[in-house]
């Protein structure tokens, strides 16, 4: 009985340990996105602000460009660095969570093979 219970904690801990795994990553390749962002808006930042403010500056639209005042185009590049910014904030804050989310199930997962050796002798032979 006790072995089957502990089977079955074994079960959901390994499936909890899969499912944050796989938001973790989720959550890393979000904070790559916008980083990308971040830094594509910054270099764009960078290059308006030597142009003269009489150039003409065109917007990209899919394959269309729009002519565009620069100081609008600054300000979309302002903000879209901004969101940036915020955004990966808060998917650290997220990422931080779910690492001692992890950290926590992975303790509770040798909690219950300390605690049970004939269960870690039975994953073993199962994994091998």
Same mark, same amino acid.
């Given at each position: 009985?006790?072995?089957?219970?502990?089977? %079955?904690?074994?079960?959901?801990?390994? @499936? *909890?340990?899969?499912? $944050?795994?796989? /938001?973790?990553?989720?959550?890393?390749? =979000?904070?790559?996105?916008?980083?990308?962002?971040?830094?594509?808006?910054?270099?764009?930042?960078?290059?308006?602000?030597?142009?003269?403010?009489? %150039?003409?500056?065109?917007?990209?639209? @899919? *394959?269309?460009?729009? $002519?565009?005042? /620069?100081?609008?185009?600054?300000?979309? =590049?302002?903000?879209?660095?901004?969101?940036?910014?915020?955004?990966?904030?808060?998917?650290?804050?997220?990422?931080?969570?779910?690492?001692?989310?992890?950290?926590?199930?992975?303790?509770?997962? *040798?909690?219950?093979?300390?605690?049970?050796?004939?269960?870690?002798?039975?994953?073993?032979?199962?994994?091998?």
């Amino acid at each position: 009985m006790a072995d089957e219970v502990n089977k %079955t904690a074994f079960i959901e801990i390994q @499936g *909890r340990i899969i499912e $944050l795994t796989g /938001k973790l990553k989720q959550v890393q390749n =979000q904070m790559r996105t916008k980083e990308g962002e971040k830094k594509r808006a910054f270099l764009t930042l960078e290059e308006l602000s030597q142009v003269p403010d009489d %150039t003409n500056t065109y917007k990209s639209i @899919g *394959r269309t460009f729009v $002519l565009e005042p /620069k100081a609008v185009l600054m300000n979309e =590049q302002e903000r879209k660095l901004k969101d940036s910014e915020s955004a990966i904030g808060s998917l650290q804050t997220s990422k931080e969570y779910m690492e001692k989310q992890l950290a926590e199930v992975e303790n509770n997962l *040798r909690e219950l093979l300390q605690q049970d050796p004939g269960l870690a002798r039975q994953i073993m032979s199962m994994s091998v």
